[in-house]
């Protein structure tokens, strides 16, 4: 019964992805979903992100840094500054930006190109 009530909790997850890249997002969604049990909502934009994170709970914020319409750590900043936005654990991805310029804000950061399986690695000790 457990297991079960486990594994019901793990699949009720959600994490969001904000990656403006058509095929890097596309590649991502397939892998999470094959790999994972939670469920995954793409967005391509951070407007679009702080309209989605207005409306569901996520559990999980992965995060492109460059973002059409303001930065993952602009949109990063904007979300914690909101009263009504819970904190949820991040993962910043870039292949431009220097890990000390995500400065001390509480999220993880992970250089692109990145090896998936220590995404996933990532993604389990973030959501467990």
Known sequence: MKRIRAAKELSSKLI???E??????GWLVDALKEETPYHIIRVATARQALHL???VHAH???LDFRLPDMTGIELFDQLRSR????PMPTILTSASLLKQEHGDRLLTYLEKPFDFDELLQLIERMLS
């Open 16 to 18: 969001v992805l904000v």
């Open 20 to 25: 403006d890249d058509d095929l890097m997002a």
């Open 53 to 55: 994170l207005c409306q």
């Open 60 to 62: 999980l914020l992965l």
């Open 83 to 86: 009263n009504t936005f819970q």
